[in-house]
């Protein structure tokens, strides 16, 4: 497993926007999902969006409503477009890719990912 590339990330004042890029250098299967997840200072990772195959999308019910998540399919680069962004969404932010049969559930078990599995993630920081 080739690590994902993730960017995109910076400091933005509370209130402005983001959007953040992930790229996948190895092969993306037909059935993969993607998926954001973000990990604060001293808290563990957790699952925030993802997108399957099919174009479906789900969000953790703090992000829903202001973050948006996409997928390029001719480029396979996965987006997270982040507004009206909180002091609570500053994290470092880690993309994901697998195949899956039921989106939510492999967001949850993504979280299970060994350390080598995740890519260098991309910093978002919120200034007031």
């Known amino acids: 497993q080739v690590p994902m590339v993730e960017s995109g990330g910076g400091s933005v004042q509370v209130g402005g926007s983001l959007r953040l890029s992930c790229t996948a250098p190895?092969?993306?299967?037909?059935?993969?999902?993607m998926g954001w997840f973000r990990q604060a200072p001293g808290q563990r990772r957790e699952e925030i969006a993802g997108?399957?195959?099919?174009?479906?999308?789900t969000f953790a019910g703090d992000v829903k409503g202001r973050f948006t998540i996409s997928k390029d399919n001719v480029t396979n680069i996965l987006y997270l477009q982040m507004n009206n962004l909180k002091p609570e969404d500053a994290a470092q932010y880690y993309c994901?890719?697998?195949?899956?049969?039921?989106?939510?559930?492999?967001?949850?078990?993504?979280?299970?990912?060994?350390?080598?599995?995740w890519g260098k993630g991309t910093l978002v920081t919120i200034s007031s």
């Open positions: 994901a890719a697998d195949i899956c049969f039921n989106l939510q559930s492999w967001l949850r078990m993504a979280l299970n990912y060994g350390e080598d599995y």
């Open positions: 190895g092969f993306l299967r037909k059935g993969d999902c």
């Open positions: 997108i399957d195959s099919h174009g479906a999308t």
